[in-house]
């Protein structure tokens, strides 16, 4: 039996040790979406979500989440962890937009209240490859909206 446990011991090892790689990888591998330059990143958490914070400290994030089920706008603001982040949400718009040269997408804009101060929220929602994405981007209603970040969210597409 002490002979097969070191070999089982170091297989289990180079196991966890190969798939903690891919605790911080980004979801945006294999995407061309891209945060501004000079906005700082967040590791990746677990291959399915990052966030990118504004170097002006003026609290804008830019967020992507890679979902391992299909979503559908009406799953996101039915989500509980997002009426905890964004309290009394508004949509203001939602309509059907195409990213990438002709990729489908669902654009949703709106507002609500985050730590307690009136948020800008504007979301692309798309499938890449048969799994869904949700590009996010928040921002203080009194901050005007970065174009770059604002691209961004558009390019939710893989690389050619």
Known sequence: MTNLRAPML?????????????FQSSPAEGLRFAAPPGWKPS??????????????????????????????????????????ELQGE???RREPIKICGGQTATYVEGRGTTRGRPSQVSIVLTDVAGTSYLAVYAR????SPNPAALAALREVCPKL
């Not at 990052?50 to 799953?75: I, V, Y």
């Open 10 to 22: 170091s297989a289990a090892f180079a196991v966890l040790l190969c798939s903690a790689c891919n």
């Open 43 to 84: 590791p990746g958490i677990l291959g399915f979500m990052q966030f990118w914070r504004s170097p002006n400290g003026d609290d804008e994030l830019l967020m992507l989440f890679k979902s391992p089920q299909k979503l559908t706008a009406k799953d996101i603001f039915s989500n509980p962890q997002l009426h905890d």
């Open 90 to 92: 508004s949509i203001e």
């Open 140 to 143: 203080p209603v009194t901050v």
